[in-house]
């Protein structure tokens, strides 16, 4: 069975970081465009930032400079840094994967994880 699990989620006062990690499991996602997304109360699920099977990342304006994606091949799992958090990045925030990196962009990513809440405390 594949799965997505995410973790590190938490409580943290603006300013602050948090790490998120999710981890894959059933296959190989190496070959897989892996993402994260975020859907804050009330508001449309947004992307976050991605990363190629080439380890190339792209990121949303709102969070450039501020978060980082990375993977880990042998661990098959891809990790959110985030540092300087805002309250307006209190979300729950999903990872995604797919081949195809247009599918991902669109929300359309064959494999979803269940999320992991983030609240940013102003």
């Known amino acids: 069975q594949v799965q997505l699990v995410e973790s590190g989620g938490g409580l943290v006062q603006a300013g602050g970081s948090l790490r998120l990690s999710c981890a894959a499991s059933?296959?190989?996602?190496?070959?897989?465009?892996m993402g994260w997304f975020r859907q804050a109360p009330g508001k449309e699920r947004e992307f976050v930032a991605y990363?190629?099977?080439?380890?190339?990342?792209y990121y949303a304006d709102s969070v450039k400079g501020r978060f980082f994606i990375s993977r880990d091949y042998a661990k098959n799992t891809v990790y959110l840094q985030m540092n300087s958090l805002k309250p307006e990045d209190t979300a729950v925030y999903y990872c995604?994967?797919?081949?195809?990196?247009?599918?991902?962009?669109?929300?359309?990513?064959?494999?979803w994880g269940q999320g992991t809440q983030v609240t940013v405390s102003s």
């Open positions: 995604a994967a797919d081949v195809s990196l247009v599918k991902l962009r669109a929300h359309l990513g064959e494999y």
């Open positions: 059933g296959r190989s996602f190496s070959s897989y465009a």
């Open positions: 990363i190629r099977s080439n380890g190339s990342p």
